[in-house]
């Protein structure tokens, strides 16, 4: 699908740019899937220099549907691909002896220009397939003498995993720190089990050795801590040479562990829950830190009912085992700081917490209830730990419910104030904390109000919350 925008805001309607259905001939496509578009430097035989170029992966026709990739062009600013390279046949077959070691997976094609060349990463199960060409019609492996892979070991460095399969939608950019230095960072989909990590999008940054495959100087790391940030894609230039001081990212707001199988199989496909398994984040600012970590900053856009709860106290101390399921991280009694019910779900909220005798001190916690499906936040500005619970009713089948969460670090801690942004909207819930860090969960509720509510403990006696509230502009 395509779609434009001024401002990543707003969006204008999709349209169909590349045919599910790919034109007959002897090994077209039947289903089209992720890729990449990028403008033709003068590199692609048969395609006019300046046009935009679509590398996408999807299912032969002909053959029981086995994983290529294919390449298109287009003639009108990149609304429709209509012009397919190669006599409609795959670029990358699944099936050459240098291409897909398990001969199933061969998708996701990355492509970029470097070093005078073009290079391709495409996921392969478990490893990224490398590969290079001069007219972008021809491909060979980057590495004339070795696999031309790269395996979990490099792109996972540093996380304790056995399984990342299916590793999905590989990304390259080079990016500019703030004191000049440039970095190759890999960006792409996978899942650390072992790690208590379900699928996701993380980074890593490094550099290409001499023959394109990516070289590891960090340990790979999330993007977004959560459960539902996944497929992600991003701005920036195609150009590796050419560095971004910083580009943008969007995920699908979705996780393969329970919308494949928790979701109400019994639902028709109009319905109202299965109509949202596709729907986007807010689109994020993604930039580079000198110490090699990434900050995400949402960007939104506000309407006009802005409401400010400020010098909020607590108002009364509540037990703790009642007033949030979230034990063991509950230590006895809790206050109520903010609880304003029936608003709209579409919300962003600036929340600033500060101790009036220091560093604020005592767990915070924000319940969003959407009628009877709720996020729960945890969190511990001591350490930096927290924890995200979800409830969702359509998961009931599946899942009994419960969209899992592991405990993270934000790496915010003993802090004087805190701040956190939180996005809401029917679909979705999304943290950012000061440092750029996030977490994002999926809501299936259909329902159109939301209660907000805020808790914390207060071992000192003076904690506080300055509240933001405004209407989420976003489509």
């Known amino acids: 699908l395509h779609t434009t925008t001024k401002d990543f805001i707003h969006f204008t309607p999709q349209n169909s740019a590349i045919k599910a259905d790919g034109p007959e001939a002897p090994y077209t496509w039947k289903s089209a899937w992720t890729g990449t578009v990028l403008v033709n430097d003068g590199s692609i035989k048969g395609v006019p220099k300046g046009a935009q170029v679509a ?30 390279l190669n006599n409609s046949a795959p670029v990358i077959d699944h099936s050459w002896n240098f291409t897909s070691q398990n001969k199933v997976d061969e998708r996701d094609p990355a492509v970029v220009y470097w070093h005078g060349k073009m290079l391709m990463y495409t996921a392969e199960g478990s490893e990224f397939g490398v590969y290079q060409s001069h007219d972008g019609i021809h491909w060979s492996k980057a590495d004339p003498n070795g696999a031309s892979k790269v395996g979990m070991g490099t792109y996972l460095r540093g996380i304790n995993s056995q399984d990342s399969t299916p590793v999905e939608c590989p990304a390259l950019r080079t990016m500019k720190m703030p004191n000049g230095k440039t970095k190759q960072v890999l960006f792409f989909g996978a899942k650390a089990p072992h790690a208590g990590q379900t699928t996701g999008t993380y980074y890593i940054v490094g550099h290409l050795d001499n023959n394109g495959l990516f070289a590891p100087e960090t340990d790979a790391k999330r993007l977004d801590q959560g459960s539902d940030y996944y497929g992600a894609n991003f701005s920036g230039s195609s150009d590796l040479s050419n560095a971004s001081r910083t580009i943008k990212s969007m995920g699908w707001i979705g996780n393969w562990n329970y919308t494949a199988n928790g979701v109400h199989n019994d639902e028709v496909a109009n319905s109202e829950f299965t109509k949202r398994l596709g729907s986007y984040s807010v689109a994020r600012n993604i930039e580079l830190n000198n110490d090699l970590a990434i900050k995400s900053t949402p960007i939104v856009g506000h309407g006009k009912d802005i409401k400010h709860y400020n010098n909020v106290s607590k108002d009364h101390p509540i037990n703790g085992a009642n007033a949030s399921s979230n034990k063991p991280f509950t230590n006895g009694l809790i206050h109520n700081l903010l609880d304003v019910p029936n608003l709209s779900i579409n919300k962003a909220y600036n929340l600033h917490f500060y101790n009036t005798k220091g560093n604020y001190k005592g767990r915070i916690y924000i319940d969003i209830w959407q009628g009877g499906d709720y996020v729960r936040f945890n969190y511990d500005p001591s350490n930096g730990w927290y924890n995200v619970k979800s409830r969702s009713g359509e998961l009931d089948k599946g899942r009994n419910g419960q969209i899992a969460s592991s405990y993270y670090n934000s790496g915010v801690m003993n802090q ?60």
């Open 416 to 475: 004087k104030t805190i701040n956190l942004k939180v996005l809401t909207d029917k679909n979705s819930v999304e943290f950012f904390f000061p440092n750029g860090q996030s977490y994002t969960v999926a809501r299936f509720n259909t329902n159109q109000k939301q209660d907000f509510k805020i808790f914390t403990e207060d071992p000192t006696n003076g904690n506080k919350v300055d509240v933001t509230q405004a209407n989420l502009s976003k489509n």
């Open 55 to 84: 590398y996408f992966s999807g299912l032969e026709k002909h053959d029981g549907g086995s994983q290529n990739v294919w390449v298109a062009w287009s003639s009108d600013n990149g609304r429709t691909f209509s012009h397919v």
